[in-house]
T-cell receptor
Framework: DADVTQTPRNRITKTGKRIMLECSQTKGHDRMYWYRQDPGLGLRLIYY???????NKGEISDGYSVSRQAQAKFSLSLESAIPNQTALYFC?????????????FGQGTRLTVV | EDKVVQSPLSLVVHEGDTVTLNCSYEVTNFRSLLWYKQEKKAPTFLFMLTSSGIEKKSGRLSSILDKKELFSILNITATQTGDSAVYLC?????????????FGQGTTLQVKP
C-alpha cells in the first residue's frame, strides 16, 4: 500500500463545478502539501499545512481551498473549477524531525476541467 | 528572482551514453537541493545535497552541488532505457526546515535502445 494516497486518480469535471481532491498518509508526518504540475512549469505549491491547526497559502493558492481534517488527511477543493485548473495535482508529506526535508509524493490526481 | 532553472529541457540519447543534467538557482541561503525522478506519476526521491563539493552516488547516478556558482548537476552513466523519465530539481524555500520546495521545470530524458 502507498504511504501517500490520493483519490481520485483521474477526474473530469465541468466548468463551475465544485470538486474535492483527497489525500491520506500513513507515514505519520505532520507536514502536508498540495502541488500542481503543468507542462513546462514544474511543480508549484498551492497550500501547505504543518499540523491540523496550521494552514498556509503557497505560491498559487487563488481559486483553491484546503482542509486538514486530521494529521493523516489533507484535502484540496476547487470551489468553482475553471479550465486553467486542468493539471496534475500532487499531495506530499515531510517530516520536520531531524535534518531531512525530503518530500514524499502521492501518485497524483489528473484533473481535467472542460 | 527566486527561481530554479533546469537545462536542457529535453534530451534524447542512446543506451550506454552518459548524460549530465543541470540545475541552477538564484539564492544562496537555503537548506538543501534535491533531485527527483518522475516516470509516470509520482516523483521519487534521488538525492539530497546540503554541502558544496560533496558528491552523492547511487549506482550509475551521481550528483554534486556547487554553492559558490549556484548550480547542481546530475550525472547518469551507461544510460539504460529505464532511465527515461523527467528529472526534477528542487531546493528548499529558505534556510529553515519548512519542507516547502521550489521546483525547476524538469528535464525530460529519453533513452533509446
Amino acid at each position: 500500500d502507498a504511504d501517500v494516497t490520493q483519490t481520485p486518480r483521474n477526474r473530469i469535471t465541468k466548468t463551475g463545478k465544485r470538486i474535492m481532491l483527497e489525500c491520506s498518509q500513513t507515514k505519520g508526518h505532520d507536514r502536508m502539501y498540495w502541488y500542481r504540475q503543468d507542462p513546462g512549469l514544474g511543480l508549484r505549491l498551492i497550500y501547505y499545512s504543518f499540523d491540523v491547526k496550521d494552514i498556509n497559502k503557497g505560491e498559487i493558492s487563488d481559486g483553491y481551498s484546503v482542509s486538514r481534517q486530521a494529521q493523516a488527511k489533507f484535502s484540496l477543493s476547487l470551489e468553482s473549477a475553471i479550465p486553467n485548473q486542468t493539471a496534475l495535482y500532487f499531495c506530499a508529506t515531510s517530516d520536520p524531525r531531524g535534518s531531512n526535508t525530503e518530500a514524499f509524493f502521492g501518485q497524483g490526481t489528473r484533473l481535467t476541467v472542460v | 528572482e527566486d527561481k530554479v532553472v533546469q537545462s536542457p529541457l529535453s534530451l534524447v540519447v542512446h543506451e550506454g551514453d552518459t548524460v549530465t543534467l543541470n540545475c541552477s538557482y538564484e539564492v544562496t541561503n537555503f537548506r538543501s537541493l534535491l533531485w527527483y525522478k518522475q516516470e509516470k506519476k509520482a516523483p521519487t526521491f534521488l538525492f539530497m545535497l546540503t554541502s558544496s563539493g560533496i558528491e552523492k552516488k547511487s549506482g550509475r547516478l551521481s550528483s554534486i552541488l556547487d554553492k559558490k556558482e549556484l548550480f547542481s548537476i546530475l550525472n547518469i552513466t551507461a544510460t539504460q532505457t529505464g532511465d527515461s523519465a523527467v528529472y526534477l530539481c528542487a531546493r528548499n524555500h529558505g534556510s529553515s526546515n519548512t519542507g516547502k520546495l521550489i521546483f525547476g521545470q524538469g528535464t525530460t530524458l529519453q533513452v533509446k535502445p
